[in-house]
């Protein structure tokens, strides 16, 4: 048996899948050492546990559907260095490395053993242009810390299936977190050395990375006036993606739109109204000064 004899929708165990690709039979993130694959294991009962579920988003762009999912390390913040940082490190840097992403979800136990069974989701790349968020999300303890959400899109472009998708939020939700949390911002040198990317799934649209640049100079020009300045978590009922983390494309007016995002942009509004939030403000619009105070109005 061989990689290319892995089916999506297969389910294996994984001492199967440890003797087809290597790896260890523990941890959720295993880059191989006897293949050019890192395999990720997710588990919804686990990640629980600390908050989160692994899946599809609803939202759909020009690029495809994303599947997130969060990284490595129960304990404090999740980072890019030390034992599970290096696990991290190795995902953001898989194309890089000329490895492949091959994703599983753990959907039950072999009878009468407690040995796991995982089906195959299929092969992942990151997202181009924006491979992961920072998020806020519990610890084993229940203390608040930064995970690294990453950004994932099917390698062949398939349809996801139903059941893997994150459930829609129960409720709306506003959280006010640290202003490094929701960013990018933690992305290591190999990554963030590139300021445009091809998209895999668009080979005609250049991904400039401006927004990370920008927020960061906005923000050291703010600490240089002796502000202190944070950011909203926002969770919106009825969907599962956070609309305080999707990018503002200058293009969004334009055709490209689907219905989806116009539906998703609608409800956002909405919910940012219930949730007590400003409406979010259009960079599109001319702002004006008042000639007293010269405030932008």
């Given at each position: 048996?061989?990689?290319?004899?892995?089916?999506?929708?297969e389910i294996y165990t994984r001492d199967e899948v440890r003797t087809l690709?290597?790896?260890?039979?523990?941890?959720?993130?295993?880059?191989?050492?006897?293949?050019?694959?890192?395999?990720?294991?997710?588990?919804?009962?686990?990640?629980?546990?600390?908050?989160?579920?692994?899946?599809?988003?609803?939202?759909?762009?020009?690029?495809?559907?994303?599947?997130?999912?969060?990284?490595?390390?129960?304990?404090?913040?999740?980072?890019?260095?030390?034992?599970?940082?290096?696990?991290?490190?190795?995902?953001?840097?898989?194309?890089?490395?000329?490895?492949?992403?091959?994703?599983?979800?753990?959907?039950?136990?072999?009878?009468?053993?407690?040995?796991?069974?995982?089906?195959?989701?299929?092969?992942?790349?990151?997202?181009?242009?924006?491979?992961?968020?920072?998020?806020?999300?519990?610890?084993?303890?229940?203390?608040?810390?930064?995970?690294?959400?990453?950004?994932?899109?099917?390698?062949?472009?398939?349809?996801?299936?139903?059941?893997?998708?994150?459930?829609?939020?129960?409720?709306t939700t506003a959280v006010l977190v640290p202003a490094d949390v929701t960013?990018?911002?933690?992305?290591?040198?190999?990554?963030?050395?590139?300021?445009?990317?091809?998209?895999?799934?668009?080979?005609?649209?250049?991904?400039?990375?401006?927004?990370?640049?920008?927020?960061?100079?906005?923000?050291?020009?703010?600490?240089?006036?002796?502000?202190?300045f944070a950011r909203f978590q926002i969770k919106v009922k009825g969907t599962?993606?956070?609309?305080?983390?999707?990018?503002?494309?200058?293009?969004?007016?334009?055709?490209?739109?689907?219905?989806?995002?116009?539906?998703?942009?609608?409800?956002?509004?909405?919910?940012?109204?219930?949730?007590?939030?400003?409406?979010?403000?259009?960079?599109?619009?001319?702002?004006?000064?008042?000639?007293?105070?010269?405030?932008?109005?």
């Amino acid at each position: 048996m061989s990689v290319e004899q892995l089916k999506p929708d297969e389910i294996y165990t994984r001492d199967e899948v440890r003797t087809l690709m290597g790896g260890s039979g523990q941890g959720g993130i295993v880059p191989s050492t006897s293949s050019n694959a890192i395999l990720i294991y997710s588990d919804d009962e686990a990640g629980k546990r600390y908050g989160y579920v692994d899946g599809w988003l609803d939202e759909e762009d020009a690029d495809g559907v994303i599947f997130e999912y969060t990284g490595a390390g129960n304990d404090g913040d999740q980072t890019f260095d030390g034992l599970d940082g290096a696990k991290n490190k190795a995902v953001l840097n898989h194309a890089v490395a000329g490895r492949a992403l091959h994703v599983f979800k753990a959907v039950g136990k072999i009878p009468r053993t407690g040995t796991k069974t995982h089906r195959y989701v299929g092969e992942m790349a990151l997202d181009a242009a924006r491979p992961y968020y920072v998020r806020r999300s519990p610890d084993e303890a229940g203390n608040q810390r930064k995970v690294i959400v990453f950004r994932m899109r099917a390698a062949d472009g398939r349809e996801p299936k139903a059941e893997d998708r994150i459930p829609p939020a129960p409720t709306t939700t506003a959280v006010l977190v640290p202003a490094d949390v929701t960013t990018s911002s933690i992305v290591p040198t190999e990554h963030s050395k590139t300021k445009s990317s091809k998209r895999s799934g668009s080979a005609a649209t250049v991904a400039e990375r401006r927004e990370t640049e920008l927020t960061d100079h906005y923000e050291a020009f703010l600490k240089e006036q002796g502000h202190v300045f944070a950011r909203f978590q926002i969770k919106v009922k009825g969907t599962n993606f956070h609309p305080a983390h999707r990018p503002v494309r200058p293009d969004h007016a334009g055709p490209t739109r689907s219905k989806g995002q116009r539906l998703s942009e609608g409800r956002t509004r909405s919910h940012r109204s219930t949730a007590g939030l400003p409406p979010p403000c259009d960079a599109t619009k001319p702002r004006h000064r008042d000639p007293a105070t010269h405030e932008a109005t």
